[in-house]
């Protein structure tokens, strides 16, 4: 089974200040490993993805993410916050080893980022 | 760039009503998702499709059903409504094995 967890409803920073959002996973194989994020009655918009190969993904947006195999971490990170990266952000993990091709959603950390 | 695209944006049903919610993929990607996500939940996985075969089944009612067509699109039927079917209810495509991108949603009102 796969599953990810996101232990924080919410996070708070500064304009200009660095951010990150954490996510951990669990998978019997190898993750394949997404970012989202979700505006008020908006879909969720594809951020970045983690397949194989260099630990630290670069994404849309300014945002980036490592990969840490042995935290079994995939946090989303930026160097300086923007008040519009206000949102709600979803991590996601599909098990690679998996016959299903579905990815599994974490519960979503909402991101304030005060002026 | 062709997103995948859901209609109706908006849909007001009233209890015990049916509903029929309906995705247009991005061309030439395989697989369609739905997904609900209530208030203040995550997406949670109903159904998929592969090549318009169902791939994998979620915690989908069994009030609805769902199927794709010759054209990709695909419709997710929903009968018997309740109140707690409120949600927002999202489609998806992708190749297969790809990262999925999502539409805007249908936000489906019991009332």
């Known amino acids: 089974a796969q599953s990810v967890a996101q232990p924080e409803d919410q996070v708070n920073v500064a304009e200009g200040n660095p951010l990150t959002v954490k996510c951990t996973y669990s998978v019997s194989g190898n993750p394949y490993l997404f970012w989202y994020v979700q505006y008020p009655n908006r879909g969720l918009q594809f951020l970045l993805k983690?397949?194989?190969?260099?630990?630290l993904v670069k994404g849309s947006y300014g945002f980036e993410a490592e990969f840490n195999k042995s935290q079994t971490s995939f946090h989303l990170k930026k160097p300086s916050a923007l008040v519009s990266d206000s949102a709600l952000y979803f991590c996601?993990?599909?098990?690679?080893?998996?016959?299903?091709?579905?990815?599994?959603f974490g519960r979503g950390t909402s991101l304030i980022v005060h002026p | 760039a062709a997103g995948v695209i859901q209609s109706p944006r908006h849909l007001i049903k009233e209890k015990r009503e049916t509903a029929t919610l309906k995705c247009y993929p991005i061309p030439r990607h395989d697989t369609v998702y739905w997904y609900q996500q209530g208030p203040g939940q995550d997406p949670q996985f109903l159904i998929s499709?592969?090549?318009?075969?169902?791939?994998d089944k979620g915690s989908i009612p069994d009030r609805f059903s769902a199927q794709q067509f010759s054209d990709y699109h695909s419709e997710l039927n929903m009968s018997s409504l309740e109140l707690g079917d409120s949600a927002l209810y999202f489609c998806?495509?992708?190749?297969?094995?790809?990262?999925?991108?999502f539409g805007q949603g249908t936000r489906l009102t019991v009332v």
């Open positions: 983690y397949i194989t190969g260099d630990n």
């Open positions: 499709f592969y090549e318009k075969m169902q791939s």
């Open positions: 998806a495509s992708s190749l297969q094995g790809g990262e999925a991108f």
């Open positions: 996601a993990v599909r098990d690679m080893a998996g016959g299903s091709y579905i990815p599994t």
